[in-house]
């Protein structure tokens, strides 16, 4: 699938052309951009797409081997369907106290052993029991052929697991729970004729360092050809590998849409605009409860943000304001901290 510009006018912004397409994987160029710009796009589509991921779990009652931190650990890595992710609220943006429809998502588990084998408990054994915007979202991913998923935890006969799961969205620079992407190749100038690396080897770099298969979409550079300083990589090749709980297409739409979300609020501090908030939404990534330990509403808004140079918190050894997430900085006077 080729992206061509139409007859007649000049061939200006992206061009993305898809080399292979799967289930799970895209693989494609992107062109008439710079690498800054394709870079950020990489970065943006492993840490900034917003997913859901299990992110508080309630212990009702479990009788296995494992800790309750364990098991709610392994749960919080189990990928889930985030189709039409937009229509969850963070839980920093919702009213209510903790979670509820709008901001999360509960899943219970419930198993108890009660034969002499061995019994383990998957994946599937996560049941959704509150509303949400559709039928797949919220649902673990469950990739092999028996249905199965990933395994959670095995009991023994008379042990039980009871817990109420409540999964929120987020993005992976908080947590790689919420990563949509399991790997994302990224590759410019595969015959290195910008010498952007300095390739170390022994006796022969041809036979010690082969080419990618993305070099047979580029001519080789000529044996003694002057070196261009001027010249500037112009086709990016991307591999964008999903776990499941996006399409890659959908991930990709995503990571353009947060790109956008960013420029725009960088554009708006250079503009100076007074009118913040009042049309558009306004990109700040941040965890769902938030760093001072609140359940939602505002995050940190009150601590977190204040610097040294600021006006509010606790004084510091630099000026008003040495408060942090987690109270008073070390030079503050309030904190257990100062000396």
Not at 2 to 9: E, I, N
Not at 78 to 84: G, M, Q, Y
Request: charged share 25%; net charge negative.
């Amino acid at each position: 699938m080729d992206y061509d510009a139409m007859d007649g006018l000049e061939d200006v912004g992206p061009r993305v052309t898809v080399r292979e397409a799967a289930k799970n994987s895209v693989d494609f160029t992107l062109t008439n951009v710079d690498l800054a710009f394709a870079n950020s796009l990489r970065r943006i589509i492993l840490a900034e797409v917003p997913t859901m991921a299990i992110d508080l779990v309630e212990v009702e009652a479990n009788t296995s081997v494992l800790a309750d931190e364990f098991i709610a650990h392994r749960l919080g890595l189990i990928p889930l369907n985030s189709k039409d992710v937009d229509s969850i609220l963070y839980t920093r943006d919702c009213d209510c106290e903790q979670y509820c429809d709008n901001c999360s998502i509960t899943l219970t588990l419930h198993a108890r052993c009660t034969g002499t084998e061995i019994m383990k408990v998957y994946a599937r054994d996560l049941v959704i029991s509150s509303v949400t915007p559709n039928d797949e979202i919220g649902r673990p991913v469950i990739g092999d052929l028996e249905g199965l998923g990933a395994v959670i935890a095995k009991l023994r006969q008379g042990q039980e697991l009871r817990m109420k799961c409540i999964a929120k969205k987020g993005i992976a620079k908080e947590h790689a729970k919420w990563a949509p992407t399991s790997a994302v190749g990224f590759e410019y100038d595969p015959h290195n004729k910008l010498r952007h690396l300095d390739l170390w080897y022994e006796e022969d770099p041809i036979k010690e360092w082969p080419k990618s298969k993305n070099a047979a979409w580029e001519e080789a550079p000529l044996e003694g050809a002057a070196f261009n300083y001027n010249a500037q990589p112009e086709v990016f090749y991307f591999e964008v590998e999903s776990i499941g709980n996006l399409e890659p297409d959908a991930v990709i739409q995503q990571g353009i849409k947060v790109m956008q979300q960013k420029l725009a609020a960088v554009i708006q501090e250079l503009a100076g605009d007074e009118g913040r908030g009042g049309g558009g939404e306004e990109y700040e990534p941040r965890s769902p409860t938030g760093m001072n330990g609140g359940t939602g509403g505002d995050y940190a808004m009150e601590g977190g943000y204040t610097t040294p140079y600021g006006n509010g918190g606790g004084a510091s050894a630099w000026g008003g304001g040495g408060q942090t997430p987690y109270g008073a900085t070390p030079y503050g006077q309030n904190g257990g901290w100062a000396g």
